[in-house]
Structure formats: C-alpha cells, structure tokens
C-alpha cells in the first residue's frame, strides 16, 4: 500500500509542477503583455502622419531569397486602419463570413474582418479584424506577385496599379476579374473568387503579346507587423507553420526562432505555409505542380515585420502564348470541419494539422468529434463535455473496475502486512520478500492500481488541447454565469461571487467551479485510508487546496470536466469496492476531521 501511494504522489506532484508553473509563470506574464499592448493600443490611436512606401529589398535574419519583396518599411508614425483604407482604390468583398476589401494596388488582401467572431462574448462587441492595410501598427495582408527579369519589363508586385475587368464586388456567387498590361504588351488577367467561409482561389492568366520569350518568377507571401499582443502559451503553437513537400512533415517555427535564423524549406511541389494564431490563420497553397522553395523570415528595416513566403521555378512563356497558375489563400478562422473539408474538397496535404491537436492528435482529435457529435445533438457544449466524460468512464471502466479491486484486496491485505512488519521488523530486505510472496499467494498486483491514472494523463491533456485550442469553444456558454467555457470561472469566492463591490487580484479569482472541484477531489481523497506516514498524509489533506488555486485560472470547461470526473470516480470506487467487501472509508475519515483528540493524562 505504501508503494502504491508513493507512485499516486509522484504522478501527482508532477502535474502539480506544470500547474504551477502555468500559474505562477504564464498568468502573469501574459496580463503584463496585455497591459502593454492596451498602452499601445491608446498610443496608437493618435497617430495620423503617413507612412513611406514599402521597400522590395528590404533585408531580413539570414540572407534574402533574390528578389522577393520583403518586409515593410514605415520611417514615420502608422496611420489609423480608416485613414489607410482610405488612400487607395478597393474592390468590396462581402460573403456570410467575411467582409472586407481587395487594395488594387498590388491586389492585397489587407482588409478583412470576420463576421461570425466577436472580441468579447458579448454580440454587441466589435467584430474580429484579420486584415490591416501595411501602413497600420498592426499590419497583416497576403499578397501574390511575380519577380520580373529583363525580358518582360515590369511585372505585377507589390505597387501594381491593376485594373477592374469585371465584377464590383466579391461575394460567393460573383467572382471579380483584375487586370494589368505592361509596357512591353504582357497581360495579367486574375480572376479572384471566394466560397462561403474563407478560401480564396486566384486564377492567374499571363498572356505574351510580344515577339519574344518572357520569363518571370512568381512568389506570394503572409506577412505582418506585430506578433500576437498575448504570448503563446505551451499547450498551444502560435507563429509559422507549414506542411511543405513530399514527406508530408510539419514545419513548425515561433516567432522568437526567426527572430534568430531564417528558416528556408527545401524545393518542393506540394504543401502550403503561412502564419497562424490560436483561433486564426492565414496561408497560401502555391500551385501544386510547380516547384517552389518555402521561407519563414523576419525583417527589420524601418518597420520590424514576420513574412512567410514562396519563390517559384522561373517561367518561360513563348511569343504569342498564355500560361495560367491558380493560389489558394486561406485567411479566417481555424473551424475544425471547415479545415478538414478544405483539405478533403481541395487535396491540400494534411491541411487539419493547421490546428494544433498536440503529440496526442491521436487522442485529441478524436475527442473533439465525439464532443461536436454529442453538441450537435444537445446544442450546449458544457452539456457534450459531461456527455463525453461519461462515455470516456465507461471506455475506462475495465481498468478502473482492476485499480479499485487491487485498492480494495490491499485494504483487506492489510492486517497480513501489519503482521509482516511486527515479524521482520528492521529486516527490509526479508519484509519486501515476504510481502512479494503474499502478493503471488492472494494473486494481487501492487502496482496495478497505477496504470488507470497513468493511462488517463494523456486523456486529460488531450481534453485540455481541446478546451484551449479549438474554437468551437470559443465564447461557448454552459449554464448561469459560465458563458465562455475556453475562458475561467468570473466569479470569486473573495468577494462573495460578485456581492461585495470590488474586484479581487487575478490569483484570488477562486470561483465556484473550482470550489466544486475541490470539494469532489477532497472527497475522493477521503474514499480512501488515512496514510499512516504523516508527510503522505498533509500531502493528500492539502491538494485539493492547492489544486482549486491552481485549476481556478484554466479553461471553465476543464475545471467542470474534472469536477464531474471526480463525481463520477468516487461514485464508481464506492460501487466497486462494495462489490469486492472492502471498506469504504469516506464517512470514518470526514467524521475523524471533526472528533478532537482526547486530553493526554498529566
């Protein structure tokens, strides 16, 4: 039994360190990043003077890939989002999903806005902005252009004045055409159109009018000004991204990496790349026969800038011939069904791995489908969480029904063992002989009791991921004053859950559901005996306490996860234990916490 509670103690001391670094690490670290950004938010909003142009050959970390434009290069003040809309001419995009507008010059993709996403939960807040034009402090566009050689003069890029051919605005059922001739009489012809959600297909024609050969290279590239304003924590990536080539291999790069060093992928055909975000993402699927090299980069000339980019193969059209490329452009929110679809409907090899499903995607991903199954019936996704719990108890009920039988015959063990300590005394080596062949003779496993909660770890992370990463779980509601289950509890124990007028500091922000929590967790401790070593004991007495600070900054719907978790374990180990004619200790244990010790004799 001693053992077994060891093992129980070092599998909970050892999520009690990544709890606690979460919570006395990245909580504080992420409100301070907050509080910054909310300064410069109101230090932005009075700058009204212009911004430079861009700069083709502004440098980057590492070594720049020819001539493919790169960064921006903004010597004065970002003007406001309104005041750069306003500088240029626009074709309007308007869709269930997005709205926005396409900047003719160099047919940018810097204005868009998410209609189905607000900032806060409730429905009156502004709507997300993905999109800003590049003089802004928060610039983030997608651009697609072609690097010129001698042959064809200028060619479309990042200060192309093009042209409306057809359509006046973008919307699901009306594609718009741009076009642009240059000096030599090469015309592009790109013809934008766009689905219900957030894929954009551009369809390029490149027509040569003259009596020579032309070539060119065509590139695309994501770029933008600022990384995110709240710091990525480590259950979730946010930077570049990429599954590029053959291999099929995720490229994954943070934003501090690049700061270092340049990534450059190596030559390949298929894949896609961008830069992605916990509930959003923008990339570019290149044309996927062409072969192409991929780089993630960062720039510091004039306005400090993250680009992800591709350089093509060099293209030769012949005198009196037309050749055609066709990007994607994925620019919205990361929708689990939505990105499986895209990945399905236009072959972009594993294109769901935009999502962060985690080392255990084998597990995660499997859960969120019986989660959004179970929300797709019942329409609360608290109510899938304690749907799915049930049915994760029941996959685990084999090797729960073997921990508390291996509890409850080490608990009937006991007298045996008291027997084995008194004869062998101070002798370990024979003591742990004659316990093992007591374990052989009553067929009893000490450890057996281990590899239920071993095997549940990786459940529990993967629910994490789930909670944390998709954004179903964005701004969903359960019931009462849980609206947002990816967000914590809003109440507080300190201020008598909202009754006494004042806030209380984030790390007392202790709400009912972690209290919830704690009580099922002290009660589960409870189902079992007192541990005679007083260490082991103030360990379990104390961890239900020490859990309900550290799970009250966590995702609401984890803290319920685990209090209907808990609910549910102390219901099946009293079953279980009943069955195999061992002692349930709860009521002797929470009646021993209210008898006094009697008086020692003078």
């Known amino acids: 039994m001693e053992n077994n509670r060891n093992y129980f103690i070092a599998i909970a001391l050892s999520v009690l360190i990544v709890l606690a670094w979460q919570f006395l690490y990245m909580n504080p670290r992420m409100e301070a990043q907050q509080r910054a950004e909310e300064a410069r938010q109101a230090l932005q909003g009075d700058a009204s003077q212009t911004a430079s142009p861009e700069s083709p050959g502004a440098q980057g970390t590492g070594k720049s890939s020819g001539n493919l434009p790169g960064g921006t290069a903004a010597t004065q003040a970002p003007v406001t989002r309104d005041q750069a809309l306003a500088r240029s001419q626009r074709v309007q995009i308007e869709t269930p999903a997005l709205i926005g507008s396409i900047n003719l010059n160099g047919a940018r993709f810097d204005d868009l806005k998410l209609r189905e996403y607000h900032e806060t939960v409730d429905d009156k807040s502004p709507i997300i902005t ?17 690097i010129p050689n001698a042959s064809i003069g200028a060619a479309p890029s990042i200060n192309t004045q093009w042209t409306v051919a057809s359509g006046d605005k973008l919307t699901q059922q009306t594609p718009v055409t741009l076009s642009y001739t240059n000096e030599k009489g090469v015309t592009f012809t790109r013809t934008i159109s766009i689905d219900d959600h957030y894929m954009l297909t551009v369809a390029d024609r490149i027509e040569n009018k003259t009596g020579a050969a032309v070539t060119l290279t065509p590139y695309g590239r994501v770029i933008r000004n600022t990384k995110p304003a709240t710091p990525a924590v480590w259950v979730i990536h946010e930077g570049f991204i990429g599954v590029m080539g053959e291999s099929g291999s995720l490229s994954e790069n943070t934003y501090a990496n690049i700061e270092k060093e340049q990534y450059t992928h190596e030559k390949a055909t298929t894949g896609w790349f961008g830069i992605t975000d916990k509930y959003w993402a923008a990339s570019i699927v290149p044309p996927q026969t062409l ?20 350089k093509g193969d060099d293209l030769t059209i012949q005198p009196g011939q037309s050749t055609e490329l066709k990007n994607l452009v994925f620019a919205g929110a990361k929708e689990v069904p939505l990105i499986s679809r895209y990945e399905t409907d236009f072959a972009i090899p594993q294109f769901n791995r935009l999502i962060d499903w ?15 199954f179970f929300f797709r019936h019942v329409g609360n996704f608290g109510v899938a969480i304690l749907l799915t719990t049930v049915v994760i108890k029941a996959l685990f009920f084999p090797l729960a029904s073997k921990q508390y039988a291996s509890m409850a015959n080490m608990k009937r063990m006991q007298p045996k063992m008291e027997e084995l300590k008194a004869k062998h005394g101070d002798d370990r080596m024979a003591l742990q002989q004659a316990m093992m062949a007591l374990y052989k003779e009553e067929k009893i496993n000490p450890i057996a009791g281990c590899w239920p909660i071993l095997l549940q770890i990786p459940v529990f992370f993967a629910l ?30 300190f201020n008598l859950f909202g009754l006494l007028p004042y806030d209380v500091p984030h790390f007392l922000m202790i709400g009912v559901w972690p209290l919830i929590m704690g009580v099922t967790m002290f009660v589960q401790m409870k189902m079992n005996p007192t541990p005679p070593d007083p260490t082991q004991a103030m360990i379990f007495t104390w961890m239900p306490v020490v859990f309900t600070f550290m799970l009250s900054s966590f995702p609401a719907g984890l803290v319920i996860y685990w209090a209907w978790n808990n609910t549910l374990s102390v219901t099946q180990q009293a079953i279980i234990m009943k069955r195999h004619g061992a002692k349930v200790e709860l009521f002797d244990n929470l009646k021993g916490l209210f008898k006094r010790k009697p008086a020692e004799s003078k």
């Open 358 to 372: 985690g080392w255990f995607y084998f597990i995660t991903k499997p859960m969120f489908q019986l989660m959004d």
């Open 130 to 146: 993905l999109f800003s034009p590049s003089e802004t402090a928060d610039g983030y566009f997608t651009e697609l252009g072609y």
């Open 291 to 310: 072969p192409y090299v991929a780089r993630f980069s960062h720039f510091t000339t004039g306005q400090a800038s993250y680009q992800a980019d591709y």
């Open 464 to 493: 994490y991921k789930v909670i944390y990463v998709t954004i179903e779980m964005r701004h969903a509601p359960f019931f009462g004053w849980i609206q947002d289950l990816s967000a914590p509890d809003p109440t507080s124990l």
